[in-house]
């Protein structure tokens, strides 16, 4: 596994502007750097209108922004724990409703837009909730083992062991010679 | 075993754009709930409201008096300096007028009447009343000098039956009602038996007196009047 060094987010991007006050925030900003990333995390997520949710996640972070105090490192933390908290209430609502669908996972995001990596969203479809969580939120949304450990409140040693499990188990489900069954 | 390849893959899921049309509208609606943002001026505008509100309900409880002793004299000064009048902590000043030189400080006119229960008199006395309450209402400046005068002529009988050796003036001055009765209310007032003869209301009493043994019988206070007479007579 690699590690990122310093001034590189594990992605191997380069860092951007660390230290923020609330006020030199712009939730727009905010959109455009981390609205790809929300998105995946919805789509591995099961949601089912992914980009729906997306908006209501982000018409909550523009209401609330100016209240988030650190770096760049918090306010994506922060952005991922409502993004979590919808996904929560959309599981919620949608068992009350008892109208799931349960098919496969889409594929395409919307008319026109690029495909998604349908076999990799297949096999996160495999993974329990609490691997597939804990993989999308580290390797998806680029988040660090402490920052994962805080939005699924647990202790960094679980997520680490979560996360070894679950990439097995991706890899075993993405391997050409993989079984239809994990 | 190595899982670069798989995560190259699992961050490249999340590095890939938004559809356009779907992030133009999420765009636009956050720049709505940004700008419906309540700025530093509506809290600004709250806190000042607050405030002014906080100076309108002090300012009233002061004016009513309401407000803890302390706090009273402090807005009775601070305010006084911005010309309001308002009451200090202290209340009204009390009249020691009619009071009793025994050294005893009365809060209030309902404390010295219950202190001096025995005394008839002692409700029209002032002492223990509010000084202003007298001195604001007009003509009865006056007043105070008239309803002073009752507790002379009791002064001439205040040394009679009870403290006859009290003060040795008493006896005879049923004369001297209206002059010496003033300076004398003052100073015998100290004797407390004086007060107790209080009914017998020297002005009307001494007309009635001689008349009432055959005229009016039912009326009980010149018969009294008449004892009393009788008792001067034997001292």
Same mark, same amino acid.
């Given at each position: *596994?690699?590690?990122? @060094? @310093? ?6 991007? @380069?860092?951007?502007?660390?230290? *923020? ?12 750097? %981390? ?29 609330? %922004? ?12 922060? !952005? ?6 919808? !996904? !929560? ?5 949608? +068992? ?7 098919? /496969?996972? /889409? ?36 988040? +660090? ?10 202790? !960094?040693?679980?997520?680490?062991? %979560? ?15 993989? +079984?239809?069954?994990? | ?38 700025? &530093? ?6 806190? =000042? ?6 100076? &309108? ?26 010309? &309001? ?11 020691? &007028? ?43 400046? $006056? ?7 009752? $507790? ?9 039956? =009870? ?45 009635? =007196? ?26």
């Amino acid at each position: *596994m690699a590690f990122a @060094p @310093p001034g590189l987010t594990a992605a191997g991007r @380069p860092a951007e502007a660390r230290i *923020m006050g609330p006020a030199d925030r712009d939730a727009g900003e905010v959109y455009r750097r %981390l609205a790809p990333s929300v998105l995946a995390y919805l789509r591995a997520q099961r949601v089912a209108d992914p980009e729906d949710v997306l908006g209501e996640v982000f018409v909550h972070v523009a209401r609330d %922004l100016h209240r988030v105090r650190g770096d760049d490192d918090a306010v994506r933390r922060w !952005v991922f724990t409502v993004a979590r908290h919808r !996904v !929560v209430d959309e599981a919620r609502r949608r +068992s009350r409703r008892a109208a799931v669908v349960p098919g /496969p996972v /889409p594929d395409v995001a919307a008319e026109g837009a690029e495909p998604f990596d349908a076999v990799l969203l297949q096999a996160l479809n495999g993974l329990t909730p609490d691997q597939r969580e804990v993989v999308v939120l580290r390797f998806v949304a680029d988040l +660090s083992l402490a920052n994962v450990a805080r939005i699924t409140h647990r202790r !960094v040693g679980a997520v680490k062991a %979560l996360q070894q499990r679950a990439l097995t188990n991706l890899e075993r489900a993405v391997s050409p010679e993989a +079984s239809p069954t994990l | 075993m190595d899982h670069d390849p798989l995560i190259d893959r699992l961050r490249d899921l999340g590095q890939r754009p938004v559809d356009p049309s779907t992030a133009s509208a999420h765009l636009t609606a956050i720049a709505g709930v940004s700008r419906r943002r309540p700025g &530093v001026g509506a809290r600004a505008k709250i806190g =000042a409201a607050f405030f002014a509100g906080l100076l &309108v309900g002090g300012t009233g409880l002061a004016s009513a008096g309401a407000l803890p002793g302390s706090v009273q004299d402090a807005a009775h000064t601070t305010l006084s300096q911005v010309g &309001v009048n308002v009451p200090d902590g202290h209340g009204p000043t009390r009249s020691t &007028v009619g009071c009793p030189p025994d050294g005893v400080k009365y809060m209030n006119h309902g404390q010295y009447v219950r202190t001096h229960k025995n005394d008839p008199n002692a409700g029209a006395s002032q002492c223990g009343k509010p000084v202003q309450a007298g001195a604001e209402t007009p003509g009865v400046g $006056e007043a105070p000098e008239p309803t002073e005068a009752p $507790e002379a002529p009791e002064a001439p009988d205040q040394g009679k039956p =009870a403290n006859p050796g009290a003060n040795g003036k008493g006896h005879g001055n049923g004369k001297a009602k209206g002059q010496d009765g003033q300076g004398q209310g003052e100073q015998g007032n100290a004797t407390t038996p004086g007060p107790t003869e209080a009914p017998t209301v020297a002005p009307k009493a001494t007309p009635v =007196a001689p008349t009432s043994p055959s005229t009016t019988s039912t009326t009980k206070p010149p018969t009294t009047t008449s004892s009393s007479t009788t008792s001067t007579t034997t001292h």
